[in-house]
């Protein structure tokens, strides 16, 4: 699995670098066709697994390609929007990964454990969405930023309250009343 991440982190390095010049046509369909063999030989390899660790093979497999293709629209056609559809991807592949992983678990922890990857993916994207609208040269700047981060902080104080909540569903009595209280307090819920 370390040898997977090393390998993502350096093809996302490349994909960075090289992000400043955009791709020929024929570059791009050169590397669309190393994504597509790079996914069919990670997604080979999740074959001599079992169980869950296969389906957490094949998500990191999955998510590879997806972040790997977003990254080769932005460098073929930057742009902003393509660029938060890289986080975006990047939010996702991690979210369906954990998710994955969650199911090693069991009743509170697992539900706990889906909440937080949910949390995580909520903020991912709302962060985003704020650096694309940062990033848009046709808008009012102030105003859409001020908006973005608006409802980028409201997804994300959502995101985690629930995750929090969540939490408190292992406590009983007392306890789990002051720790809803705590966490409608912390993240401004009535």
Do not use: W
Request: aromatic share 4%; proline share 2%.
């Amino acid at each position: 699995m370390k040898s997977k991440l090393v390998m993502l982190t350096i093809a996302v390095s490349c994909a960075f670098a090289g992000n400043a010049m955009a791709l020929s046509k024929d570059e791009y369909k050169a590397q669309k066709d190393r994504v597509t063999a790079d996914y069919k030989a990670g997604r080979d390899k999740c074959k001599a697994l079992t169980a869950n660790a296969r389906d957490i093979c094949q998500a990191e497999a999955k998510g590879a390609e997806k972040i790997a293709n977003a990254e080769l629209e932005a460098q073929y056609k930057p742009s902003p929007r393509h660029n938060q559809q890289v986080a975006e991807a990047k939010a996702d592949a991690a979210y369906d990964i954990a998710k994955e992983k969650c199911d090693d678990l069991s009743g509170n922890p697992k539900d706990v454990c889906v909440k937080d990857a949910k949390a995580a993916r909520t903020k991912a994207k709302a962060d985003a969405k704020v650096s694309k609208v940062s990033a848009d040269a046709n808008k009012d700047k102030a105003e859409a930023m001020a908006d973005a981060k608006k409802d980028a902080s409201t997804d994300k104080n959502d995101a985690q309250y629930k995750a929090a909540k969540e939490r408190c569903d292992a406590l009983t009595g007392n306890a789990k009343d002051a720790c809803q209280n705590d966490a409608k307090a912390k993240f401004g819920m009535k």
